[in-house]
């Protein structure tokens, strides 16, 4: 007889029924915890009692520790249970309530970060907040925030009220003081104020922690390229060649960590995260295209082996994240002791000491050593007396025997959940890999996921959920949702040719303009419009390590504006770049893919259209190179779409080269077509 899960631990609280990992992770803690929901705020007005809100998600290393601490005492969970309702959330699944509650621990002069905890009001506003505390700085806390609310009602509500009005500012954003027209100047002075920020040793930003921040670098490869500004080439290669080539990467079975603590990619905070890798598929793929690296083309690969084979459902949906602790220990799955190696490596081992630094400089502690590089293979191969293909056949050698030691070990935790948004990050990483080397594994994958998303997460009204689990969608979509699919579909039409995928992404566009979109700001809320709920919405503008939902959105209607032909398009493309100008030439950083707009709205972009029976085999030659200033469209038969229609020939494959509305003559060979590009 089964014996049912919920009566195998002391303790089983609300969270029991979650789809998220993260939550489930606490569902044997002593502490109440639910769910956010509304029921939960209406038990806390009518019980008298404070919310408390604790936010993390479930690869977060002091999560884990605070809820060791913490959560899992019974002392602590008694002064908690007393006299709060306990509110769990994953930041991940309603990032929504972790944007509201980080503006107001920001805005109480605390730093930010995660776990996040907060103390609110039964209506949901917060009073207090802060990260990680340590036992008896949070009893302590809690103890007086409580006291001081039972003391002091009024003073606590009227410093609610006034947070609550100073996340609304930040949230939707001051009136604009002047409109600042996009221009070429406003570009340059925006890149270089940001060069000063360049680490021109180590890549990334000076200092640390180093994160890979794949928004700010695509950008940056985009301004570099079309400028011909060799200082920033040189910077973008020497972050994504360090990074490449430092502890941050997984050298044995693929993927990036989250960012390095230290200041020079050594050591990881170990968690893998989706939307970095997703991300760093694109970004290694177009500078592969940019500067034919066989170490960006390796990094590709075993980035998309990796999603493959450990972050794959079988329906095809991706997984969120890979945890940084195994056996209750932050990244030993990933390190080494130098007899295991020895003991793996055989014969090779010398060689390979020096290779991955099995030394001081790959040291970490407690004996053991992260594997990273400080050469060229090329290098490498030439101090070593070995030729470039002798190195490479003993790399993956190396790599294969780590691989298959490394699967005796106990794994990290899976965060097994889908995210919509995340998801079509690696869509878009994926199609760009296979526009960079033309291999058919790349498209197979992503077409998979697209085909997965579709079915299970858009409904026929183009209404999007958020999240996925084991046939489960739950939670309204957000706009980085919508935006991300839109970019996505794009990116499929662009490459299949396939219209099923323009329809979709059209569809998505009409919902979000539906009820995402404030015509007076234009701009579109980051939850629906109609929305109820005890948090304010928000408008997401600045690029992070994600990029903004609204930026996403604004390059969207520019590509379907090309696309369509629908000048409205732009004419809402223009407006929501008014909103950022102000704030660009002193924080780029922060709005680097709105840059990568404006790129395409002051530098030449083309649309080079394809059309013929032969259009697919003519695109594949053209698309490896890397042009971020072309929009692709092709087809192999007549179609209705404004950008193809009435350009299909049955006898003759021809190519159409257009800018500003104007095209040149067809032509049907594609080196003419490159001269017409070339910048």
Not at 29 to 43: D, M, R
Not at 186 to 198: S, Y
């Amino acid at each position: 007889m089964t014996v049912d899960h919920k009566y195998q631990k002391k303790y089983t609280n609300a969270l029991i029924d979650s789809t998220s990992p993260y939550l489930l992770q606490h569902a044997h803690n002593p502490v109440n915890w639910q769910p956010w929901s509304e029921a939960a705020l209406e038990q806390a007005e009518q019980e008298g009692k404070l919310l408390l809100v604790s936010i993390g998600y479930a690869a977060c290393h002091w999560c884990h520790v605070m809820e060791h601490e913490s959560f899992e005492d019974e002392a602590v969970a008694e002064i908690m249970n007393k006299h709060f309702v306990c509110i769990k959330v994953d930041r991940e699944e309603r990032p929504d309530i972790d944007h509201y509650y980080m503006s107001a621990v920001q805005l109480m002069m605390q730093q930010g970060g995660w776990p996040l905890n907060v103390i609110a009001l039964p209506n949901g506003q917060p009073i207090w907040g802060g990260t990680y505390f340590p036992k008896e700085s949070w009893m302590h806390n809690l103890k007086a925030v409580f006291e001081f609310y039972q003391k002091e009602p009024a003073k606590t509500k009227q410093y609610a009220q006034e947070l609550k009005e100073g996340i609304r500012n930040i949230s939707l954003g001051a009136e604009l003081e002047e409109e600042i027209a996009v221009d070429a100047s406003l570009l340059k002075t925006g890149v270089e104020n940001w060069k000063t920020r360049f680490d021109m040793e180590d890549g990334g930003r000076v200092g640390a922690p180093k994160f890979p921040m794949p928004v700010n670098l695509d950008f940056l490869l985009y301004y570099a390229h079309l400028k011909k500004d060799d200082d920033t080439l040189k910077f973008v290669k020497l972050t994504l060649d360090k990074m490449a080539r430092g502890g941050i990467y997984d050298h044995v079975g693929g993927g990036f960590a989250r960012y390095s603590v230290d200041d020079k990619w050594k050591v990881p905070h170990f968690e893998k995260m989706l939307y970095d890798n997703g991300q760093l598929l694109s970004i290694y793929s177009k500078a592969f295209q940019q500067f034919k690296s066989h170490e960006f083309e390796c990094i590709v690969y075993e980035i998309a082996d990796w999603l493959e084979r450990e972050m794959t459902d079988e329906s095809g949906a991706f997984y969120s994240s890979l945890d940084a602790d195994s056996e209750g220990e932050e990244g030993k799955f990933y390190v080494w002791q130098k007899h295991e190696l020895k003991e793996v490596i055989d014969t090779d081992f010398e060689l390979f000491k020096a290779y991955y630094n099995i030394n001081k400089k790959g040291f970490w502690e407690n004996g053991n050593y992260i594997l990273l590089r400080d050469q060229s293979d090329e290098n490498f191969a030439e101090t070593n007396d070995l030729s470039l293909h002798r190195l490479q056949l003993l790399v993956g050698n190396w790599k294969y025997k780590l691989l298959k030691k490394r699967t005796e070990r106990v794994r990290p935790g899976l965060d097994d959940k889908t995210l919509s948004s995340w998801n079509a990050l690696v869509i878009i990483g994926l199609i760009d890999a296979y526009k960079a080397f033309n291999d058919s594994q790349f498209l197979r994958l992503a077409l998979r996921n697209a085909e997965f998303l579709q079915q299970e997460q858009i409904k026929k009204s183009g209404k999007v959920y958020h999240s996925w689990k084991k046939g489960r969608s739950t939670i309204d979509g957000f706009l980085e949702d919508y935006a991300l699919l839109i970019q996505a579909f794009l990116a499929l039409f662009e490459t299949t040719a396939e219209e099923r995928w323009l329809k979709l992404a059209r569809r998505l566009t009409d919902y979000v303009f539906d009820h995402f979109y404030d015509s007076n700001k234009s701009l579109f809320y980051f939850s629906e419009k109609e929305a109820g709920s005890a948090i304010g919405n928000h408008f997401q503008n600045e690029d992070n390590v994600i990029p903004a939902a609204n930026s996403v959105m604004a390059n969207n209607l520019h590509r379907l504006y090309l696309i369509l032909g629908q000048p409205d398009y732009l004419v809402v493309v223009k407006k929501m770049l008014l909103n950022v100008t102000p704030h660009f030439t002193k924080y780029p950083m922060a709005y680097a893919n709105w840059g990568s707009l404006m790129l395409k709205l002051t530098e030449p972009f083309y649309e080079v259209v394809v059309c013929g029976i032969n259009s697919n085999l003519l695109m594949a030659e053209m698309k490896n190179e890397y042009h971020p200033n072309i929009l692709w469209a092709h087809s192999s038969k007549e179609s209705k779409v404004p950008i193809l229609q009435n350009r299909f020939h049955l006898e003759e494959d021809l190519i159409y080269v257009c800018k500003d509305g104007e095209c040149h003559l067809p032509t049907n060979s594609p080196e003419a077509a490159r001269k017409l590009i070339l910048p």
